[in-house]
Structures are given as structure tokens and as C-alpha cells.
């Protein structure tokens, strides 16, 4: 999905990931999406709006080092309910999208908020997403993967010297890396075949049926 839409690594696969152990979150989701960012920029680095990057980016720290907190604070299960709200949220601002203008201080808003929700979810995409969502669809994965690789990046860091990230996480998320790959070779064909718009469509709804799932073992403990 998100390297045929630019993103959806997050969306699609956190949700999964925390039904199933919600323990491996965000370290195992985090090591598994850098792979993915790389492929992208390979092909399609000449589309990368590094400006609106320089901006977001350093704005991504202080968001995550609140995500960090979050995870460190949060057992496991409220994680998982947060994981499942903010996808929520995000398919939210996807369904009613509203055009926010790129400017240095929404790219600022925004790469904080992707700095919190990207460290304490792994879901850090829809903020900055929002911004570029009427830019060609190049423009809008090169950009995102720059963003993303960055930012996963740091996030990593943080969670590793705040003591968040252990052997069996970095196992499981080194583990997933190679259908990772997989899924990049996918999605290059299906793009030129099935409409974005349509994919679009079913990942928003199969993800909402995740992140409800979430909530209600959340709520009923």
C-alpha cells in the first residue's frame, strides 16, 4: 500500500501487530519500515520536497521525546488502544480530507505530531500526509519516504537509550523486513494496473475494522 498510495506500512500492519503482541510496539514496526523508504528513494529521490523536509524534521524531536514517554509510561495494552485510536484518526482525515497549506510553520505542527504518533505508535504518516495530499503522487511518496526514513530513524534512537527497545523487538522487526521488500515488489506492479484511488479505499476500510478491534480489547481489558 504505501509504495503505491505513499503511505500505509504503518496503518495497515500496527493495528495487526498489537492484536497480536502488543509488546513488539513500535520498536518491531519501526525496524521493519526503514527497509521501505530506502526502496522508494532509489527510485524516485529527484521528487523529494527537501525543503518542506528541513523544516519538519528537526521538529520531529521534542514530539519524540513525548512518544518515548508514552511508551515507557503505557503497558501494553493501552498502548495497543492508543495504536488503534490514532489509526482511527488518521482514516478519519483521510475520508474528510481538508487541504492544510504547506508552509514552514504547519510543517513544524506537523513533524511534531509525526514525531509523537510515529515514536509511541509507529503510525506517523497522516500528519504530514495531510500537508502534501494534493501534490503529485511522486512528489508525495519521495517526500514521505524522506521524511519517514529520517524520522523512523531518530525515533529508533530515542527508544533505544530510553531503554525501549529490546533484543526480542529487534529480532521480530529484523524478521519482517525481507516481506517488507516483498510487499514494495507488489505494490510497483499493482500501481500501474489498479487505481490508487480504489486501493485507497479498501486499506481504509480493512485498517478500520483493525484499529475498532483494538479499541474494544482495550476497553474490555
Known sequence: ????????????????????????????????????????????????DWKGV????????????????VVATLPPGALAGLVGAMVLIAVA??????????????LVVAGCLSGFTGTATSVGGPPM?????DEPPSRVRATL???????????????????QLDSRTAVVGVAAIPFVGAGFALGNVVRRRIEAARL???MLCVVTVSAIGLLTRAVLG
Not at 22 to 47: K, N, S, Y
Not at 54 to 69: F, Q
Not at 129 to 133: C, D, K, R, V
Open 1 to 48: 500500500m504505501q509504495s503505491t498510495v505513499g503511505l500505509g506500512l504503518g496503518l495497515v500492519a500496527a493495528p495487526v501487530i498489537s492484536l497480536l503482541d502488543p509488546t513488539l510496539m513500535p520498536g518491531a514496526m519501526l525496524i521493519a519500515a526503514v527497509l521501505l523508504p530506502l526502496f522508494t528513494l532509489f527510485q524516485e529521490w529527484r521528487h523529494v
Open 54 to 69: 528541513a523544516w519538519g524534521l528537526p521538529a520531529r524531536i521534542p514530539g519524540t521525546a513525548v512518544g518515548v514517554w
Open 93 to 106: 482525515l483521510s475520508v474528510r480530507s481538508f487541504r492544510v497549506r504547506i508552509s514552514p510553520g504547519s
Open 129 to 133: 500526509a495531510l500537508l502534501y495530499q
Open 145 to 163: 519516504a524522506a521524511f519517514f526514513l529520517l524520522g523512523a530513524t531518530v525515533s529508533l534512537a530515542a527508544l533505544g537509550m530510553g531503554g
Open 200 to 202: 485507497r479505499v479498501a
